[in-house]
């Protein structure tokens, strides 16, 4: 590709990346004052309302991701996808590479639960989108603990970052214990789900027009479900397991992503 041409793609692909973050802002703006509105007078059923609230989500993030693919911004490879769409009942941990990886698990899963910032309660264009779907507010963690794992205990999964924000570029996972509470307090599987991105953008140290000098590749593999019991004794005291959990799942992650990353470069050098 000549100089020209590839400035004329990198500015493309600026443009297109700040329409695509503005749409994303100004729909949930307008799901917030049209579609949930319907839904709650349409849907009397508190558990139907919910789902159909969701599943609403769910489409307009695949919209926005099949936008990103469609204006050239990325590509995004799945493997094991079908194992989100049909998850019910377990906690989704996946590491935190981009800002959009949220976006993307929730596109691939009609129904989900999800801890968020509790800062985008208070979101001028996000915050009526988290309220209508019920998604739970990372607030007071003894609270949130019992929320969290009263959600697994239903029919739907439930997506957490056990890092609590955004993987730094370089640096060994370091995952938080309250993953770890809520999966001994819930009992239930864990799903784990690797994200890797190439080349490195939408990371918490960069704003969003600072984009790689290529469309940038989301690949996301979802692994077999793993059983507490592999992991911790949860016989074990509280404060002992949930410290014996995360440093096996960090074990866990860091391992399988180290095998993922690989497998990823592979492909970009192939």
Known sequence: MSRLGYNLNYAWRVLATGWCFLSFSLGGLLMTLTVFPWIRLTSRDPELRL???QRAIHRSFRFFIGQMCALGIMRVSLENAEALA????CLVLANHPTLIDVVLMISLMPRADCVVKEALW?????GGVVRAAG?????????LVQDC?????GCRPLIIFPEGTRTTPGQALKFQRGPAHIALAAGRPLLPVLIDCQPSTLTKDRRWYEIPPRRFHLRLKVLEPLALETLVDASEPVSLASRHLTSALEQFFSHALSDFNHESEAYVHA
């Open 135 to 143: 998604y739970l507010p990372n607030g007071a963690p003894e609270r």
């Open 122 to 126: 208070r979101n001028p264009w996000l």
């Open 86 to 89: 049909e998850a019910e009942g």
């Open 149 to 153: 794992a009263q959600a697994v205990r």
């Open 51 to 53: 789902a159909r609230t």
